[in-house]
């Protein structure tokens, strides 16, 4: 997957594929490919696209898989991403093109062979994989992507779309008006006035575990939004240049690669001493924040960390 935020140049803007959005209650074309028990999977189509695709991607990973009855590997294909969207649990939404019906949208994308998976975050592209993947590399991409998403501000949890919620599923919460104005910064692409909204929060409550996370995670974008371009050969030739060292591990957060992240700066809190190792040490813990600090590589860096300080 990309390294790179979504702001970097040549991210393909899907903006140019916008169609008017099916009216209120319309059912979208192909509907869902599940059951009534409620799925994560819509077939898409030209006139739906803007509304299934683009708009949902403002508040959750969208998987889009461009397929073709005619071809046996995306008729394999298909069921594993059915059935990784059922257990990702509406951590992200499944989309399928059938190119066949919709040669459009696969010129626009810029399809040349099928089966081939591309995520839209925010109504840009971050490629995926091409060809036939089993269940266990398919899934690592995902969890890239969804790493990716939460260095982002998307943290939103799509909706059952083919029938009701299985009924053992507790209801997802309701928004917490507390973090509503960093929240609308986010998604309005006001980071500073979000990174305001995050640290006037923690003026009041300290250890308020969410705006931590929140800020953390704005504060990533921020810095990743112009890399130098040189950013990992200065890394990589001076291991004590401890600005190249904290945003090349800035820049491997967002492109999903965590433990590279995590190592990097570990090695360099070994490399270093005094303010310097204190400016890395910190730099990790907000990291830790980012990903989540009951995630089990977070334990495992931990663990690491405390063991070169100490």
Do not use: C
């Amino acid at each position: 997957m990309s390294q790179s935020n979504f702001s970097r140049p040549g991210a393909i803007d899907l903006s140019s594929l916008r169609k008017p959005a099916a009216s209120a209650g319309a059912p979208s074309a192909g509907g869902s490919a599940s059951g009534a028990g409620g799925s994560y999977v819509l077939n898409v189509s030209e006139p739906t696209f803007q509304a299934d695709v683009i708009e949902r991607s403002l508040q959750v990973p969208v998987v889009v898989e461009f397929w073709s009855p005619r071809s046996e590997a995306s008729t394999a294909l298909g069921p594993v991403l059915a059935r990784l969207s059922t257990e990702y649990g509406g951590k992200f939404l499944l989309a399928r093109v059938d190119i066949d019906a919709n040669p459009q949208l696969a010129q626009a994308v810029g399809v040349q062979s099928v089966p081939l998976v591309i995520a839209v975050l925010r109504g840009q592209v971050v490629p995926l994989f091409q060809g036939a993947l089993g269940e266990p590399e398919a899934r690592q991409y995902f969890d890239q992507l969804l790493q990716l998403a939460v260095a982002n501000g998307i943290t939103g949890r799509a909706e059952p779309v083919g029938g009701a919620a299985p009924a053992e599923e507790a209801e997802e919460p309701a928004p917490n008006p507390r973090y509503e104005a960093a929240e609308n910064a986010v998604g309005a692409g006001d980071l500073d006035g979000a990174i305001a909204a995050y640290e006037e929060l923690l003026k009041e409550t300290p250890n308020d575990a969410e705006a931590k996370s929140g800020l953390a995670r704005v504060q990533l974008v921020k810095r990743t939004q112009d890399v130098p371009a040189d950013v990992r050969t200065r890394a990589a030739d001076n291991p004590t240049d401890i600005e190249a060292q904290l945003l090349v591990a800035d820049v491997d957060l967002v492109g999903g690669h965590v433990d590279d992240a995590f190592n990097r700066l570990i090695s360099t809190i070994q490399a270093t001493a005094g303010d310097d190792r204190n400016t890395v040490r910190l730099h990790l813990l907000e990291l830790f924040e980012v990903v989540g600090t009951d995630d089990e590589r977070v334990v495992k860096a931990r663990r690491r960390l405390m063991a070169a300080l100490f």
